[in-house]
């Protein structure tokens, strides 16, 4: 009777919000890097005198009978779902450690084969026979080769037998699901006769087990139940309180916001549904808890006590997300666009289906726990069924829909012609698939339609939140964002990236919690999600290949620790080790540089193999890289390997004053791709490392920086040269800067009639300072040759008299009348008189 009630009810079991049965799914979900499942029995650790190939024997044998045993016990519970969970759970395990016992021959199996590859073929017929010792090994190897072999075999024989098996109970499950769902009971009047009378039973057996229940607690565990009552409701008003100062903002809706915008109204509505059944999940387990930890509750009360706590919830939660998005009281926060009347009555239809949902799903164990008829059960589910269905029909024909700019207080329009008759088909099918019998079905679909929409629509508001929340400059128009922004100073960008941070944040949040809800209203059990979560996160197979999220995220966050300890090192190497050595800036580049290339190579290294990815399996990667070097990347290797060329041999470092080509300027730094170089005009030009290594580079700062500075001067040719050059001598000599070893010297290069040509030649010290030290010793030279009066130009020539007699200025003077006179235009002042006869013409015509 149990069996034909469990497979009734199984849709009952997994479909309504199981909150206790799902928190170990979100705890495998955190815990996924937890190792894998063994055995039952572990296998017995080997001893000094037993070979790794026998322990793997012993190993194997111990799997085999695992694994007959577990299938026996599939024969025996292949009615009870549950049980068939946990064997298949155990079957895959088994598989797991099967495998493994293979993997762990596989080095002791290449071993074999690299030793006889180093011993070769055996000597053909007529050569000289092996030593006996080579033959003897020889024999040994290929024994214990073949002995892998042969273990090799049975363990993928009993890897297939294994995955058979879990096969084989997924189809019992897949059988026991269907037969509960389609099963046809016949209504007629003795079903209800007799489930009337089952209800009177079971009434007055649970008022008897209830009062018996209260009357022990009261008289024996009363400090026990009040003391747990208190610590629930002290526990439900902290929750309360905290999450409404934490989280007001997300939860509450402003009264001074009129019109809120729509990504406003998104957060508040998502929000203001998880957070408040998150709390009263956790007021429900604290209950439990509680109860359950002072004894209070005994082993007939404790599971009606638990689904009652788990409908209130469930309950809670589809009137909160109904709330949420119909927003009955006010429609400015309305996230759909119905009437308020229409809110209203969508908000009591759904509430209502939600209350009968889990009214009998609580009813049900209660039956179930009393140990009442089948019958009974399968009549609260018919009329259960009904209910809902005729909801659904209600639903239909009332008009909440306006249209676009319509204002909430106006009267609503029926539904669109698609959604009336979906609507009406769903409930009208609830209806008749009860009254001709296939009351699993019905109440199966039923309890999908308020639980399983329920989540959907709460995931649906949530991928709307994520995705207007990490819109771009979408963040900075909200409240936290706001907030950020003043606390912190965020700018646009940094805003941005947080905006895409949260979203991505509501993405993961969504699918860990909402995901496995669904697969449980579907018949999947809590062990069912844990071994899919470990195979998600652990053993992802394409082909041959398996990826494992778990390692490739610790991976990525070893490589990202070994960055830190690179960069750590760096700065700690430089700015301890090489400061206080006093080594140069070009040193100490380099040593950066190197040190930074090893420790991302040698994070690179830990991070591939903490991903579980093998490198040698990158060999053809390798050869394909190699091929487009050859090709297409013959330029980026070769500026790679010159800079490495550069690093070693030093022919510049950071700080250089180089000349390469056309560019010239100081080296501020060098890569293993290119260098950068400031020229004076504070411009950075970099350079590839190829072209400093093939072309000439010029350093004016290789060794040192004494450098000779050439400054050229020239005279009027009229002064004598050799005092021109001796008191440049001076000159040059008393000039601060200068180096007097090597001496400075004067030299006359060139001369002409118009000038004499000189060119001073002097070392500095430090040839940066040669642009200030020349502009000192010409100012110094200029006011020399002011104060020897030595001409730098030729003196100007003196103005010539012009002389003319009196006969040619007359006749010039002549000659400037008569060409000013042509230049002279017509006269208008002047009138030609008319005809005789002829009238005068009128002035203003």
Excluded at 317 to 345: E, I, T, Y
Excluded at 718 to 725: E, F, G, I, W
Excluded at 754 to 776: H, P
């Amino acid at each position: 009777m149990f069996a034909m009630r469990r497979r009734l009810s199984l849709f009952n079991e997994d479909g309504l919000l199981p909150i206790f049965r799902l928190l170990p799914v979100l705890l495998v979900l955190l815990l996924v890097a937890a190792p894998p499942v063994r055995a039952q029995t572990a296998a017995v650790p080997a001893t000094a005198d037993v070979t790794q190939l026998e322990q793997a024997n012993s190993d194997l044998d111990r799997a085999s009978g695992q694994l007959n045993a577990i299938r026996e016990r599939v024969e025996r519970d292949k009615d009870d779902d549950a049980r068939l969970v946990d064997l298949k759970v155990e079957a895959e395990a088994l598989n797991r450690t099967i495998l493994s016992i293979s993997v762990a021959t596989r080095p002791r199996l290449e071993a074999i084969k690299a030793r006889q590859t180093e011993l070769g073929d055996p000597p053909a017929d007529g050569a000289p026979a092996e030593a006996a010792v080579v033959v003897e090994e020889r024999k040994k190897l290929a024994t214990e080769r073949n002995e892998i072999n042969a273990l090799t075999g049975e363990a993928e024989n009993l890897s297939i037998e294994a995955t058979k098996l879990s096969n084989r109970i997924t189809e019992i499950r897949r059988r026991l699901f269907s037969d509960a769902i389609l099963k046809r009971t016949e209504i007629n009047t003795e079903l209800f006769t007799e489930a009337s009378g089952a209800l009177v039973e079971e009434t007055q057996t649970l008022n008897r087990t209830v009062a018996a229940w209260l009357q022990f607690v009261w008289k024996f565990k009363r400090m026990q139940l009040l003391g747990a009552v208190g610590l629930s409701l002290l526990a439900a008003l902290v929750l309360h309180t905290g999450s409404y100062r934490l989280f007001a903002p997300f939860i509450t809706r402003g009264v001074q916001e009129e019109k809120p915008h729509y990504i406003t109204r998104l957060s508040v509505a998502f929000w203001s549904t998880i957070l408040p059944t998150m709390a009263a999940a956790a007021f429900a387990g604290a209950s439990y808890f509680f109860l359950d930890t002072f004894n209070v509750l005994r082993a007939d009360i404790a599971p009606i006590v638990t689904v009652a706590l788990g409908v209130m919830v469930a309950i809670y939660f589809v009137a909160q997300l109904a709330n949420a998005v119909l927003s009955p009281v006010d429609g400015h926060w309305r996230l759909v666009r119905v009437s308020d009347r229409g809110a209203q009555l969508l908000w009591l239809l759904i509430f209502g289906m939600a209350i009968v949902n889990g009214g009998d799903y609580f009813l049900g164990t209660i039956s179930e726990v009393l140990g009442s008829p089948v019958v009974l059960t399968v009549v609260k589910s018919f009329i259960a069924s009904i209910i809902i269905g005729a909801l659904l029909v209600v639903t239909a024909f009332i008009k909440p829909v306006l249209r676009q700019g319509e204002k909430p207080d106006t009267q609503g329009r029926p539904w669109p012609r698609s959604v009336f008759i979906l609507l009406v088909l769903t409930g009208l099918g609830l209806v008749f698939a009860s009254l001709l019998g296939y009351v699993g079905m019905a109440r199966f679909i039923a309890t999908q339609i308020v639980v399983t929409g329920a989540v959907v629509v709460t995931m649906y508001i949530g991928f709307l939140s994520g995705r207007a929340v990490s819109a771009p400059n979408a963040f900075a128009e909200t409240t936290v964002g706001k907030r950020l922004e003043e606390r912190f100073g965020l700018g646009q960008v940094a805003l941005d990236q947080v905006g895409l941070a949260a979203g991505l944040g509501v993405y993961l949040l969504i699918f860990v919690c909402f995901v496995p809800l669904i697969l449980l209203q579907w018949g999947f059990q809590v062990a069912d999600i844990e071994s899919w979560a470990y195979r998600i996160f652990t053993e992802i197979r394409i082909g041959s290949i398996t990826i494992s999220l778990v390692g490739i995220l610790a991976g990525i966050l070893l490589f990202a620790a070994g960055l830190v300890i690179t960069r750590w090192f760096q700065k700690w190497v430089d700015g301890n080790v090489l400061a206080r050595s006093q080594v140069d800036a070009g040193v100490r580049n380099s040593v950066r540089t190197a040190v930074g290339y090893a420790g991302v190579a040698l994070a690179g290294l830990v991070g591939i193999s903490a991903a579980g990815i093998n490198l040698s399996s990158l060999a053809l990667v390798a050869g394909a890289l190699s091929l487009g070097i050859g090709f297409g990347l013959q330029n980026i290797v070769s500026n790679f390997v010159s800079g490495l060329i550069l690093l070693a041999e030093r022919p510049f470092k950071v700080g250089d004053w180089v000349v390469a080509g056309t560019t010239e300027g100081f080296v501020r730094r060098i890569s293993v791709r290119a260098t950068e170089i400031e020229t004076f005009q504070r411009q950075t030009v970099i350079v590839p490392n190829s072209l400093l290594i093939n072309g000439q580079v010029g350093n004016w700062t290789h060794r040192n920086k004494l450098g000779r500075v050439d400054l050229a001067i020239s005279v009027h040719g009229s002064n004598d040269p050799r005092q021109v050059q001796e008191m440049l001598v001076e000159v040059v000599r008393g000039q601060q800067g200068l180096l007097r070893n090597p001496e400075p010297m004067v030299v006359f290069l060139a001369f002409s009639a118009s000038s004499l040509d000189f060119e001073i030649r002097a070392f500095l010290a430090d040839i940066l300072n040669g642009t200030t030290v020349k502009s000192e010793l010409r100012a110094a030279i200029l006011e020399r040759f002011r104060q020897d009066e030595i001409a730098i130009g030729g003196p100007a020539a003196p103005e010539v008299p012009v002389k003319i007699s009196p006969e040619g200025a007359e006749l010039i003077s002549a000659l400037l009348d008569q060409a000013t006179e042509k230049l002279r235009p017509p006269s208008t002042s002047r009138r030609h008189k008319p005809a005789d006869g002829a009238p005068e013409a009128d002035p203003s015509a």
